[in-house]
């Protein structure tokens, strides 16, 4: 018997409209042999079935059931793809857990760390992952500018503390850039961190634990035009994104470790994108995304094409993992 699979799209954050791309990719590429699919959007004010038509068939909260012609249909797995809240912070794997539904990627715990930026530095930390020097501010702290860049430098990043897809980072090249961008921040987010700048290659590394192994996909090193790897630069074709990257065999061996270390100690599930730049041969952790984009312009796809994968295999051994 087919399984019901609801796929979570949209979501409360800037990030809604990939997510919606992201989410039809996953649906247009589930395997019809052995899923019955269903596209769910979530936004703050209604949960609702998209149907073929763009019918909208509201959601149960309750138990996460659907009712259409007064037949009520229960999911077997929610496939999630929402960027940002309440995708990728432990919203609705919380939720999923305590209806007992089971879920793709992260659990509640791990996702929650993995999307606030300053933790998930300070955890691993611990295990001796390089990343860049920084400072956490919350909404309402005094503003130290002098002890700002005493401690971090110029030029720098501001970047708010919980989001996505570059929306809320600014890299600052002057002093008086720096209250500006910082104010601009808080307006996506309460808690922002200021980062010190590492000039050297960007590479984003995709990897997920693949048939029972933890598989680096591939390596892509970003290029863009503008003055750092922005929104801009992400969705609109302002970039170049090399796969494999053109980085050394001893690079390539550095990152590839510390990525599948991360996966591991983060306790990651699902597929995931972490971002470093490389200071000679050693790669900075930046940040990592538990949700990464999925549409046609997104990295990891690209990554998983040049493995001879295609997007329904991946997706049905996502599920799999999700149901065991």
């Known amino acids: 018997m087919k399984k019901n699979v609801a796929v979570l799209m949209g979501g409360y954050s800037s990030e809604y409209e990939i997510s919606m791309k992201s989410g039809q990719v996953v649906s247009n590429n589930l395997d019809r042999g052995l899923y019955k699919v269903y596209r769910i959007v979530i936004t703050k004010d209604k949960w609702f079935y998209l149907d073929n038509k763009n019918k909208e068939f509201n959601i149960s909260r309750n138990d996460f059931s659907l009712k259409i012609e007064?037949?009520?249909?229960?999911?077997?797995?929610?496939?999630?793809?929402?960027?940002?809240?309440?995708?990728?912070?432990?919203?609705l794997q919380s939720y999923f857990e305590s209806i007992g539904i089971p879920y793709t990627g992260c659990d509640s715990d791990t996702s929650a760390i993995t999307f606030n930026k300053r933790d998930c530095i300070s955890f691993l930390k611990k295990y001796s992952i390089p990343t860049a020097n920084s400072i956490h501010l919350n909404y309402g702290d005094k503003i130290d500018e002098e002890k700002i860049i005493k401690e971090i430098g110029i030029p720098c990043f501001v970047k708010a503390n919980k989001s996505g897809s570059s929306f809320g980072v600014y890299k600052v090249n002057r002093k008086s850039d720096l209250l500006p961008s910082i104010n601009n921040s808080f307006k996506i987010d309460k808690e922002i961190l200021i980062e010190s700048f590492l000039d050297g290659t960007e590479v984003s590394v995709g990897v997920m634990n693949y048939k029972k192994e933890?598989?680096?996909?591939?390596?892509?090193?970003?290029?863009?035009?503008?003055?750092?790897?922005?929104?801009?630069?992400?969705?609109?074709?302002?970039?170049?994104?090399?796969?494999?990257?053109?980085?050394?065999?001893?690079?390539q061996n550095n990152v590839t470790k510390i990525a599948k270390k991360i996966y591991q100690k983060l306790g990651i599930k699902g597929l995931s994108r972490s971002e470093f730049i490389f200071v000679d041969n050693t790669p900075y952790f930046l940040e990592l995304n538990s949700i990464p984009g999925l549409t046609k312009e997104s990295i990891f796809p690209k990554q998983v094409k040049i493995n001879g994968i295609s997007l329904q295999e991946l997706?049905?051994?996502?599920?799999?993992?999700?149901?065991?």
């Open 214 to 251: 933890i598989k680096v996909f591939g390596i892509t090193e970003l290029i863009t035009e503008n003055d750092f790897f922005d929104y801009e630069a992400k969705y609109e074709g302002k970039s170049k994104e090399i796969t494999p990257a053109n980085i050394s065999k001893i690079q």
């Open 315 to 324: 997706f049905t051994d996502i599920i799999q993992q999700a149901i065991e």
């Open 70 to 91: 007064n037949k009520k249909i229960k999911f077997d797995v929610a496939f999630i793809v929402i960027h940002g809240s309440p995708g990728e912070d432990g919203i």
